[in-house]
């Protein structure tokens, strides 16, 4: 008998997530409050209750390889960095391909799940569900998979904040912001250096009198193009990753701060904050210092308070006549509709095993999906944890035990306040290549890079130095993909197509004979490190490796 599993939510991750249950032969029911695909992505101009909500202008701060999903690339000529418009474009090309839009009901809410009385044994949930014309039908499923995101419900701490009672302006959070016409030639305060009160303070700042940018903290601000105008993010690699694990953390950071700090310098631009840099989610922004070095954007401490139409901050200085605040002060997540036996979150803080799985249910049926803040993409984390997740359902992975997932948990808590400053935005941070390699572990897809260097050198050596995009995860394993190799090989095509809309005829540089002789000496040099415990019948043998290796080696 299949299987059938309930999904809430048909955004990124239910999309994913639709998609491995198919790919497992489970049967996927996915459970839509709105009308249309794409949750976060797709833009409306009035926000609705409990959903998240963009403004028109937000562009995605991943690039397309980056964000893809594993086996099926962003198409070639879409931009590196993609307006929300084309996300949700990307989103319907998917779900056309692989036939999930069947599975959707959309217009219904989901109300309430529980554990069936004999969930020890079946591991069911009862679901009870609402459709737009209020009728409510209940449903019994055998697995249950959450995507509803952590950008629903606006955290707008008024209390920090006295005498934003007696304001006389419009406040509210930025997931209301919308366009900027409305403010021209008025004063308005930004509350918050994220990403978003980056990109709202920008946007604000080309039609407004002025704007001021209130942080508490300040942050290190990253560009979203980087050497050469590669999308910053795709220079990311495994390589780098290494290099970290040796580094000293205060040495690592130092290292990036002072290239930051090349671009612009961040005390004098009045930026810095006291934390290091790998302390804080970064902020994308590559727009910021120039609004601020033109003078239509002022950097200002916290708000000390509001009086009338008036804003004092914490250095004494005053503002008047202020039209506008937002406040981009985060969010918070929570599951109204579980039980919160099930699933308990305090101050955005959950107990959950690699973040996915509650680690003292009865019985593993209960999945959380994209409930992570990665320095980097969310769609192939999502990704990967459904692939996980749906082969755990069916009994072909078997988590550890309670007592082992429950120190796992607290080992990564401890992790996280060590190296983060204490903020509910921190309570779900992720490293993009070092949480994708543990869950791939645990689903039998992370690369063989080792094995790789022998049997396919040039691969190993574009998944090692080269972007770590999420095709490298369908090379092998459970999900195994055909067109995951050549995806890698091709990727840099993509990246630069759809900037190749003039011709230039400049001549191509003629191929470097001493790059083939780094790239070949790096192939056989990681090849005997690697294997180096048979090095003696190596090198009283080489001929049998030597040869093998010569067949995948660049031709002269």
């Not at 780094?518 to 090849?527: E, I, N, P």
């Amino acid at each position: 008998m299949t299987r059938r599993v309930v999904i809430v939510g048909a955004g990124s991750s239910g999309l994913t997530c639709i998609k491995s249950c198919l790919d497992e032969g489970l049967e996927p029911v996915c459970f839509e409050s709105s009308d249309d695909i794409g949750g976060l992505w797709r833009f409306k101009e009035n926000p609705e209750p409990d959903r998240a909500s963009i403004y028109h202008s937000v562009i995605i701060n991943t690039s397309k390889e980056m964000m893809c999903f594993s086996d099926f690339p962003i198409p070639a000529h879409f931009p590196n960095y993609m307006h929300n418009s084309l996300i949700v474009d990307y989103f319907r090309v998917y779900a056309d391909h692989f036939q999930l839009t069947k599975h959707i009901r959309f217009n219904t809410k989901v109300l309430q799940m529980k554990q069936r009385s004999d969930f020890p044994h079946s591991g069911q949930w009862d679901v009870e569900i609402e459709n737009k014309n209020g009728k409510k039908e209940k449903h019994i499923f055998d697995a249950v998979m959450i995507c509803v995101g952590h950008h629903c419900h606006p955290n707008l701490p008024l209390h920090d904040f006295p005498g934003i009672e007696t304001f006389k302006g419009k406040y509210f959070h930025s997931r209301d912001y919308k366009t900027p016409e409305e403010w021209r030639n008025k004063k308005v305060v930004v509350i918050g250096i994220g990403n978003s009160g980056g990109d709202i303070a920008v946007e604000l700042s080309r039609v407004t009198k002025q704007v001021y940018l209130s942080t508490r903290r300040g942050a290190w601000i990253r560009n979203r193009v980087s050497d050469n105008g590669f999308p910053s993010d795709i220079l990311y690699t495994r390589a780098q990753i290494s290099l970290r694990h040796i580094l000293p953390f205060g040495l690592l950071c130092s290292m990036i701060e002072r290239r930051l700090n090349q671009r612009f310098d961040h005390s004098l631009y009045n930026l810095k904050p006291k934390h290091r840099f790998l302390s804080q989610h970064p902020t994308v922004n590559d727009d910021l210092p120039n609004r601020i070095l033109s003078g239509t954007i002022q950097v200002k401490p916290n708000i000390r308070r509001f009086q009338g139409s008036s804003v004092e901050f914490d250095d004494g200085s005053v503002v008047e006549d202020v039209a506008l605040v937002v406040f981009a002060t985060g969010y918070r997540f929570s599951f109204p509709f579980l039980a919160s036996h099930a699933v308990s979150v305090s101050e955005n803080k959950v107990s959950l095993y690699k973040y996915v799985f509650p680690p003292e249910l009865d019985r593993p049926t209960l999945a959380i999906i994209g409930l992570v803040q990665p320095l980097g993409a969310i769609m192939p984390i999502s990704e990967m944890q459904a692939r996980w997740a749906t082969r755990v359902f069916k009994g072909c992975i078997k988590l550890p035990s309670v007592p082992a997932m429950l120190k796992e948990i607290q080992c990564k808590q401890e992790t996280m306040a060590k190296r983060y400053v204490t903020s509910q935005r921190h309570t779900i941070q992720v490293d993009y290549i070092t949480y994708m390699d543990e869950v791939a572990e645990l689903l039998g897809v992370k690369p063989r890079i080792q094995r790789m260097l022998l049997t396919d050198p040039r691969l190993a050596l574009n998944v090692m130095f080269g972007p770590c995009t999420p095709y490298q995860y369908r090379l092998r394993g459970p999900g195994k993909w055909a067109g995951a190799r050549q995806a890698i090989l091709t990727q840099w095509e993509r990246v630069a197509q759809p900037m190749q809309t003039r011709p230039c005829n400049e001549p191509k540089p003629k191929r470097s004979s001493k790059l083939l002789l780094v790239l070949s000496a790096a192939a056989v040099g990681l090849a005997a490190y690697m294997y180096r415990n048979n090095l003696p019948a190596f090198l009283q043998d080489p001929t049998a490796l030597l040869e093998k290796i010569k067949v995948y080696l660049p031709a002269q």
